[in-house]
């Protein structure tokens, strides 16, 4: 993988310039061999102000990929619509933000933050597919002084968008020290996403075997249904070597999602996480796999599934801010994504969380489970109190009872707790061994790789936003 030598330098990695105004430069470079069209706002007399002029540029940039069929990248340091133009500055990243939502979907969006990207353009960070952001920039809607006039509080302008904050409010998928690293982390986004919607992305040569055998994924999972483990580790001993590719690690880390590759063909993971808030699905992890699954179905990218969750977390708190309606963003984007799609069950897999996270009747084309795994509506313990609680209550004595429990709780596990059921009732396609996880994987995908899904003629779905 290479990256641009310096990044700052249109003439020395942009042969083909488009337009120059006071702010707006756009132009088509090379990226690794890669065509992008490439839009960079900042400089001027005031701080990369938008005026109506740089509007017309950057329009055409965002057009330009369109036509070609070639990715999208913005590069940022802006104070926002140039006050001194009223209206017209408005109007002038409007028309932007517009284009850019004719983008979505059609070729791969991203931006890199350099400096600051603070007001109303701030919100073109949202419209694109992947935000880079160096440790030097902010960005926010309102400033500290709107902050302060408006509340009488007073923050400053990190606390309100620094880069450490967007690294946890889930804007930035990436987080690095400069410019150049960020090119570097944009070529190797590149290298797992396709031109546009029509096309597949690319495949790589492998020299990971695809047979090899994932022992040390087999081994990281715990026996113990509740002892934690770094989920991010059985995925890397499964996927290619060294393909694994985080993106938005900091943010609602109970769930990972990432890039990478298995047998050199790309694909997008997304995985309970054990050791953050046990794995449990809360809004903002339905949020961020719903966005990612949506991606990766956007742009042809198979999905892989790996599942290890108690369920939704449960809280009051969640209820009120309507985990009902987010839980619902991570169904739809499942039920309505038409890539290949695998799921693998490692451990446990309960109730709704089970149904969410890729099951066979949302659509999955291969399920499969590991031998210890548990598909149940519930833990076993959870299923005793309630389904036994005028059993257990007839038990006066606190030891007898206590047996009666655990006699009860293992009667559910061995009926319940595991994937036989499930694999009888055809919900779970096959119970593997661990260790050869990766080489069915990689077949399975191979078998997948000529899937086309016709999609519902219609203008477009109600996503539960």
């Known amino acids: 993988m290479t990256s641009p030598s310096t990044p700052l330098s249109a003439s020395d990695r942009s042969p083909f310039l488009i337009e120059h105004c006071t702010v707006a430069q756009s132009t088509i470079q090379s990226i690794d061999d890669r065509q992008v069209s490439v839009l960079e706002v900042g400089g001027g007399t005031r701080h990369g102000a938008i005026t109506s002029a740089d509007a017309d540029s950057m329009k055409r940039s965002a057009e330009l990929a369109q036509t070609l069929g070639i990715p ?7 104070s926002g619509a140039d006050i001194t133009e009223g209206p017209a500055g408005l109007h002038a990243w409007g028309s932007f933000a517009a284009e850019l939502a004719r983008l979505s979907g059609v070729v791969p969006t991203s931006a890199i933050v350099t400096g600051a990207c603070v007001s109303g353009p701030s919100l073109v960070l949202g419209l694109v597919d ?11 809607v309102s400033g500290p002084d709107s902050v302060r006039e408006f509340t009488g509080i007073d923050v400053t302008r990190e606390e309100l968008g620094s880069t450490t904050l967007h690294a946890t409010s889930g804007v930035a998928s990436f987080i690095t020290e400069n410019l150049e690293s960020a090119m570097e982390i944009y070529s190797t986004l590149l290298e797992y996403i396709p031109n546009n919607h029509i096309e597949d992305p690319a495949l790589f040569d492998c020299d990971d075997d695809i047979t ?3 022992e ?3 081994s990281c999972v715990p026996d113990s249904p509740n002892a934690g ?5 059985v995925v890397s001993d499964i996927v290619d070597t060294d393909s694994f590719t985080e993106v938005r690690p900091q943010y609602a880390p109970n769930i990972v999602t990432a890039f990478a590759r298995v047998g050199g063909r790309s694909v997008g993971i997304i995985a309970n996480q054990p050791i953050a ?3 449990t699905i809360d809004i903002e992890a339905s949020r961020k796999a719903a966005r990612f699954v949506a991606f990766c179905d956007a742009f042809n990218i198979a999905i892989l599934t790996f599942v290890d969750t108690p369920g939704f977390e449960p809280g009051k708190d969640l209820e009120w801010r ?9 169904v739809y984007a499942y039920a309505q994504a038409s890539v290949p799609r695998i799921c693998i069950i490692l451990r446990k897999s309960y109730g709704g969380a089970y149904i969410v996270m890729d099951s066979k009747n949302l659509g999955n084309d291969w399920c499969a489970a590991w031998p210890n795994a548990e598909i149940a509506v519930m833990g076993a313990s959870g299923a005793v109190a309630i389904l036994n609680r005028k059993q257990l209550g007839a038990v006066e004595d606190e030891t007898k009872r206590e047996e009666l429990r655990k006699q009860l709780v293992a009667e559910y596990e061995e ?3 595991n994937p036989n059921q499930a694999a009888q009732l055809g919900y779970v396609d096959a119970i593997i061994e661990p260790s050869a996880t990766r080489a069915l994987i990689a077949t399975v995908l191979a078998s997948l790789s000529t899937k086309r899904d016709t999609p519902t003629h219609r203008k477009h779905g109600n996503s539960p936003l």
């Not at 309507?322 to 991570?330: D, N, T």
């Open 212 to 214: 090899r055998a994932c």
């Open 229 to 233: 483990y770094d989920v991010r580790e």
């Open 322 to 330: 309507g985990m009902i309606r987010h839980g619902a963003e991570l």
């Open 415 to 417: 009926k319940f707790s």
């Open 216 to 218: 040390m994924a087999a």
């Open 72 to 78: 999208f990248l913005l590069i940022l340091d802006t």
């Open 130 to 140: 992947h935000v880079i952001m160096t440790k030097d920039a902010f960005a926010y």
């Open 277 to 279: 808030r046990a794995g």
